[in-house]
């Protein structure tokens, strides 16, 4: 079996607290499957970058790696920078199976939990304002 990696990918923003809830999906991750790697990257603004996050899991061994977009939808980033980048990056690593997953905020299951969370929201103003 080869050595699993999950990259948890974000955009970055300048404010470095925007990264915290990426770093609690992290531990969450690690907390239901131990034995997996898995890190946190950005695109841009934040450290570590795509690249360097790569290039750390390989380096810890991982042979085949999941980069999972924590984005809402999939833009020109996900379509069109994020590919090339990947692209690159598997020609530095050739013994690395590179795998981009669709973005979160395409899956059904998130969607209905956003949903939810959206009227949950909305009853409690209900509430308060009632």
Not at 53 to 75: D, I, N, Q, T
Request: aromatic share 4%.
């Amino acid at each position: 079996m080869s050595a699993e990696a999950l990259i948890l990918l974000g955009h970055g923003a300048r404010d470095p607290a925007w990264a915290q809830p990426l770093q609690r999906i992290r531990e969450q991750v690690c907390v239901a499957r131990p034995g997996i790697m898995v890190e946190v990257a950005f695109l841009e603004l934040l450290t570590p970058l795509l690249e360097e996050a790569v290039a750390a899991l390989v380096a810890r061994g991982a042979e085949c790696l999941c980069v999972l977009p924590v984005f809402l939808a999939s833009g020109r980033h996900l379509k069109h920078d994020l590919p090339r980048r990947l692209d690159a990056l598997g020609g530095r690593y050739p013994g690395c199976a590179l795998r981009l997953a669709a973005a979160v905020g395409e899956n059904a299951e998130i969607i209905a939990a956003i949903a939810a969370h959206a009227l949950m929201q909305l009853d409690r103003s209900v509430v308060r304002g009632g």
